[in-house]
C-alpha cells in the first residue's frame, strides 16, 4: 500500500493527470493490483490525501508543540511540517473538502499551530498585543509560500529557521518600527 501511494505521489507530482497505469509502473505492481485496493481513481487519490494528512498530523505531533517550550516547539513544528508538505506536494495539495476525514485532520493540526502561538505569546516571544489571527495567518502564508514558491530543494531546516526568524522578527531594521 505504501509503495502505491509514494509512487502515486511521484507520479501525479510530475503529471497530475498521470493513470493508474502509470502509477502501477512506477509502484512494480499490476494496475489489477491498484484496483484490488482502489475502485477508482478519486478512491486512489482520497486514500493520498490520507496519508499526507497522516503524516502531517504525525509531524506536529512529533514536535510536542503542548509540552516542548513555544521556541523549540515553533521551530520543530514548521520544519516537520515543511518536511511533509515539500515530500507530498501533489497530496497536500488536494482539497480536505472532499474527505470529512482529512479536513478534521488538517483543522486539529491548525488549531494547535494556532495554540502553540499563543504559547508564544504567553512566553514573551510575540507582542503581547499581537494579533494571534493574523500573526497565524502570517506564519501560514510563510509555510506556503517557501513550498510553492520553489524553495522545495533548500533543507527543511534551514527554511524553518527562516520562516521561524521572519515570524518573530520581521524583515525590517529597529529604524523602520512605527
Known amino acids: ?5 509514494e ?10 493527470a498521470a493513470t493508474i497505469e502509470h502509477i502501477a509502473e512506477a ?7 491498484i484496483h484490488r485496493r482502489f475502485a477508482t481513481r478519486e478512491a486512489l487519490l482520497d ?11 504525525a509531524a506536529v505531533d512529533a514536535a510536542h508543540p503542548e509540552s516542548t517550550p513555544p521556541l523549540v516547539a515553533l521551530y520543530q513544528v514548521t520544519a516537520n511540517v515543511l518536511r511533509v508538505k515539500i515530500g507530498w506536494k501533489f497530496a497536500m495539495s488536494l482539497t480536505a473538502d472532499a474527505n470529512p476525514t ?5 483543522a486539529n493540526v491548525l488549531a494547535r499551530c494556532a495554540d502553540l502561538l499563543r504559547r508564544a505569546r504567553d512566553a514573551g516571544l510575540l507582542h503581547a498585543d499581537v494579533d494571534l489571527h493574523w500573526a497565524f495567518r502570517a506564519f501560514h502564508a510563510l509555510v506556503d509560500e517557501v513550498t510553492h514558491g520553489g524553495d522545495a530543494d533548500v533543507n527543511p531546516d534551514t527554511l524553518a ?10 524583515i525590517g531594521t529597529d529604524a523602520a518600527r512605527l
Open 102 to 106: 482529512v479536513a478534521e485532520v488538517h
Open 27 to 33: 509502484a512494480g505492481v499490476a494496475r489489477t493490483t
Open 7 to 16: 509512487a502515486a505521489e511521484r507520479v501525479l507530482s510530475a503529471n497530475p
Open 161 to 170: 529557521t527562516t520562516i521561524v526568524h521572519t515570524l518573530l522578527h520581521g
Open 1 to 5: 500500500m505504501r509503495a502505491i501511494l
Open 47 to 57: 486514500a493520498l490525501a490520507a496519508w499526507a494528512a497522516e503524516q502531517f498530523h
